[in-house]
């Protein structure tokens, strides 16, 4: 007898704050008979999985890229069983999710799947900290890019991007301020431009770095600046309140 | 006797499948006494905010930018009135949402307030479309621009954004098309570089037109391509499985 298939939903499960979960995200999460997480998902939210026979971490560390096939395989043998997964992601699967590879990966098989978009960290860290990416008066523009390159690929240049948008956001940059600084300084962007380092966005132990490019590296250090962080560089920092609705530390 | 204060929440409405709406802004809307909402938010949300007494719509047509100050002196009556408000805007109040200007509004005048950040329209679109707009194979880097830019403010160089990040996110696009696929052209694209334009996204009225710089103004002619929408230009497009797993209309 043929067994049923049964589907995969790929849900963002947003940034910190577990409340930022979509409602098509979180009905997912409580119907679901598996769920394989990563790494950046609060793991408070598995609790709302109260149907789930399994939980599968599956976070990946840095480096170990080769285990996407892996979860991969995870994942159709899973909805092959006749089983209803949702894959969890931390913020949105479609910004640096491998999404693209995951899905192909079900297509290839023939396993139903869904993508349930999430907040990504970028927006909680804007929203968290009012940093207004776009605004009428100074930004009608933005540019995304990660400060963590997937080796062997043509590099991103992180000044032209700096460059043609009035905002630049970088996901993944922690590890790597003081190379993207001298990137950006290099590639002929001022010293003096303002830039805020957002960790932990949306969690209670948030906490906003904000300076200059020449100085910045330097009040990371101090405060033992750590992933996960967002980078945001341009006139949208310096128009930051004093002090944002959520209250979090900053440092000057 | 001095009133207690309100509150406002400006919320994310997410684009336009209801469920794409955050927990939290769910929770928001549900206990509100007011709804202050735009043209943008799917009206099947507002059954939702079921203890509120009003429900007011001040959704700005094009041009009517000086309803703004309107807008922020409404929150504020109605927040002093000791009343919570849900500020409900769609996708994400951060992109494109005037937020700064409501939030300086409301910090100005001493009303306590919270940012819930929505699912934004492209967002749904890369989702619900299968667009990857990152990928570890062709795209580490987006940028976003609207298409709608406010006169006097300087323009936005489309074409150096296309050029300078793997995959351009235009917003607000639809009505202008013809003058951007110009603008881009000039600015050096090639005329076979790949574009998409999906149009209500997330809905069942969702529509995808597929082309090249070349000849995608003609098949939005033909296809009565109409705003809301959203434009992709870049590898991710010619990237996209010739259909997503959400049932839409697709024109080639």
Redesign the interface.
């Known amino acids: 007898m043929k067994r049923t298939l049964g589907k995969v939903y790929i849900v963002g499960a947003?940034p910190g704050?577990?409340?930022?979960?979509?409602?098509?995200g979180?009905?997912a999460l409580k119907r679901c008979d598996v769920v394989i997480y990563d790494r950046l998902v609060n793991p408070k939210l598995l609790k709302y999985a109260v149907k789930a026979k399994e939980l599968i971490y599956v976070g990946k560390e840095r480096g170990e890229?080769h285990r996407q096939e892996d979860i991969n395989k995870l994942m159709i043998e899973k909805a092959r069983q006749g089983l209803i997964v949702v894959r969890l992601k931390g913020g949105?699967?479609?910004?640096?999710?491998?999404?693209?590879?995951e899905?192909?990966a079900l297509?290839d098989a023939g396993i139903?799947?869904?993508?349930?978009?999430?907040?990504?960290a970028f927006?909680?860290a804007?929203?968290?900290s009012?940093i207004?990416?776009?605004?009428?008066?100074y930004s009608?523009?933005?540019?995304?890019?990660?400060g963590h390159?997937?080796r062997g690929?043509k590099k991103?240049?992180l000044a032209?991007?700096a460059?043609?948008?009035?905002t630049l956001i970088i996901f993944m940059g922690a590890s790597k301020l003081k190379e993207i600084i001298d990137e950006l300084v290099t590639g002929g962007l001022k010293t003096n431009t303002p830039i805020a380092i957002v960790q932990n966005a949306s969690l209670k132990e948030q906490v906003i770095i904000k300076g200059r490019l020449r100085d910045i590296a330097h009040k990371a250090e101090k405060a033992k600046l750590e992933p996960p962080a967002m980078i945001f560089i341009g006139k949208a920092v310096a128009?930051m309140?004093r002090k944002p609705?959520?209250k979090c530390r900053i440092l000057r």
Chains 1, 2 share one sequence.
């Open positions: 947003g704050d577990i409340g930022l979960i979509t409602v098509k979180l009905k890229s949105d699967p479609m910004l640096y999710g491998r999404v693209g590879e899905c192909k297509r139903p799947y869904e993508i349930v978009p999430g907040i990504s927006q909680a804007a929203a968290y009012e207004y990416i776009t605004h009428r008066k009608s523009s933005i540019s995304i890019a990660t390159e997937e690929k991103v240049d032209s991007l460059k043609a948008a009035d128009n309140p609705w959520f």
